[in-house]
């Protein structure tokens, strides 16, 4: 994909984020890694109304928050560049706050592993990172803290992220953790919730490592 392209890609997902439901307003971002940079969306623009050139540039070589292009990123430029840094596994980031993941965070609690999918994310739990100012250093370094051998995390008392190999993986696993969240908030209500164990959690862990279509070598 050209620059331009994953700056569409980058658009067309945040269309589809507020249409499914799973994002309201501007509330969400996306970011994208791009070579040595990181593209994410500018802060507080419609969606509807963004072009590829709007979608900020900034280096991932730097701390520094100096962006290239005509709008300033998102206010939460700061933990999806950390991420990037930190996890050079992960191209795509999406945040959002979708209703049950941010229920959930509003409670402050983990989402155990109530359900095998919890694996997708790399290990028995999606870990809620401690509270922080939005768009802070501070809030940056708790989400490093719960993301530690994970793709994704709820952020207390405000939502979510998930990471992936790309774009679309990243919105796969947004929308798996917000279908997680709702399972485990219902089954909550529901009583008597079975998690499963930890010896389990690491075959399927385990498992996961070879989930999805793997590209067959080239025959000689």
Known sequence: MTENDVRQKIIDLCLQMNATGLNQGTSGNISARFDNAMLITPSGIPYEKLLPEDIARLSLDDDGGEWEGPCKPSSEWDFHKSILRAKPELNGIIHTHSMFATIVSIARENIPACHY?????????????????????????????AMEDRSACLLANHGMIAGG?????????????????????????????VVLPDDEMARVVEKFKNYGQVQKPESA
């Open 117 to 145: 999918m919890i694996a997708a994310f790399g290990g028995n739990s999606v870990v809620c990172a401690d509270y922080a100012t939005f768009g802070t250093p501070e809030l940056s370094a708790n989400i490093l803290v």
């Open 165 to 193: 190999k790309d774009l679309d993986n990243a919105m796969w696993a947004a929308v798996e953790l917000e279908t997680l969240a709702k399972q485990y908030y219902h089954a909550k209500l529901a009583g008597g919730m």
